[in-house]
C-alpha cells in the first residue's frame, strides 16, 4: 500500500503487522524441524505449528533456511546448552559422562521428537540445501572443538595420561552422542542408552592418569 505523508511517498506492507512472541514461534518451529528434518518440514507444517501466517513466517525470518538456522541456535541455546554446562565439570572425566549420559536422558525425553536436533541432521540433502547442512556440519564441528578443547585441559591438569590423544577420544565421545541419537529416533529407551553410555565412560576412564 502507497499513501502520502507530508509531501512524501511512503510505502507500507501489506497485511497486518507481526504480533508474536519470537521465543515461543521459534520454539515450534525448532520442534517441526527436529521432528520432520529441514527437507521434511514444509512451510505449511511451520506455519501450522508457529500459528502464524506464511507472510508473517517471510517477513520475520526471511526465509526457510533462516528460520531454521534460528531454530537450530534456539535448540542450542534451550536444550543442548546441557554439554557446555557439563564440559565446566571440574574433573574431566565426571565432565565426559556427564555429557554422555544428559544425552542419554535428552534424547529420550517424553512429549518431544527424541534424538537430538543437531547431532544428524541435513546429512544429505538436495544440492540447494548445501549451505543448510554446511551449517549444521559446522555446529557438530563446534561441538567437537570443546570436546577436543575439554581433554587437552584435562591432559594438561594431569587428569589424563599425557599420550592421550584428545582429538580421537573426542571424536569418540562425538560419534556416542551421534550413535545414540539415532538410536533413540529408532525407538531406544532412557534405560538403554544410560547403558550405553556406560560402556562409553568405562572406556575414558581408561585414560584416567
Sequence with gaps: MITVENNKTVSRPRGRPRAFDRDEVL???????????????SISDLTAAMGITPQS???????????????????????????????????VVSALARVLRESA???????????????????????????????????????????????????????????????ALARFVGAMIQGMSVQAQDGASRATLLEVADIAIAEIERHRL
Design 57 to 91: 513466517l517471510y517477513a520475520a525470518f526471511t526465509s526457510k533456511a533462516d528460520l531454521y538456522r534460528e531454530a537450530l541456535a534456539w535448540y542450542q541455546a534451550h536444550i543442548g546448552a546441557s554439554t557446555a554446562r557439563a564440559l565446566e565439570e571440574s574433573d
Design 105 to 167: 536422558r535428552e534424547f529420550t525425553r517424553p512429549g518431544r521428537p527424541h534424538g537430538c536436533m543437531v547431532s544428524t541432521a541435513v546429512l544429505t540433502c538436495a544440492v540447494e540445501n548445501e549451505p543448510v547442512a554446511h551449517h549444521v556440519s559446522s555446529l557438530r564441528g563446534e561441538t567437537l572443538d570443546a570436546l577436543k578443547a575439554r581433554i587437552e585441559l584435562g591432559v594438561a591438569e594431569g587428569q589424563l595420561k599425557g599420550a592421550s590423544n584428545a582429538a
Design 27 to 41: 520454539e515450534k518451529a525448532a520442534e517441526t524441524f527436529w521432528r520432520l528434518g529441514y527437507e521434511g518440514a
